[in-house]
């Protein structure tokens, strides 16, 4: 339960910072958290296959799906006028990465990509 505590107010502090450097926050479920000028990640103890079906949930449950590639563990799709890139890949049998990133017109949208992978976690944990 503190575990799963932690990790939401470490995923909620992402809302508070972006920038252009690397931002890495606190150990999570299985690591950390990173966030970058247009993407966020973070590791998460489920299957790969769990975070692929609750990724797509998340961006048909938002907006919309353009393309997808379960094999590679992709999802690509537009949410709020945001192009948003979901990469799912799995560290061990039992942990899984998910990086997503948000560009709207061409320019980095972290609020979007921070609110997607915000909402991934809580369905996750």
């Known amino acids: 339960m503190l575990r799963n505590i932690f990790t939401v107010i470490s995923i909620s502090l992402l809302l508070l910072f972006s920038g252009c450097a690397p931002l890495i926050l606190g150990a999570g479920a299985a690591g950390g958290y990173l966030a970058s000028a247009d993407s966020v990640e973070a590791s998460f103890d489920v299957t790969r296959d769990e975070a692929y079906k609750i990724s797509r949930k998340i961006i048909l449950d938002k907006g919309e799906i353009l393309e997808e590639d379960e094999q590679a563990g992709f999802i690509n799709g537009y949410v709020v006028n945001t192009n948003v890139k979901i990469y799912i890949e799995e560290t061990t049998p039992s942990t899984t990465k998910v990086r997503v990133s948000g560009r ?3 320019t980095p949208d972290i609020s979007t990509a921070q609110n997607i992978l915000m909402t ?6």
């Open 120 to 125: 991934i976690s809580k369905q996750l944990l």
């Open 104 to 106: 709207r017109f061409l």
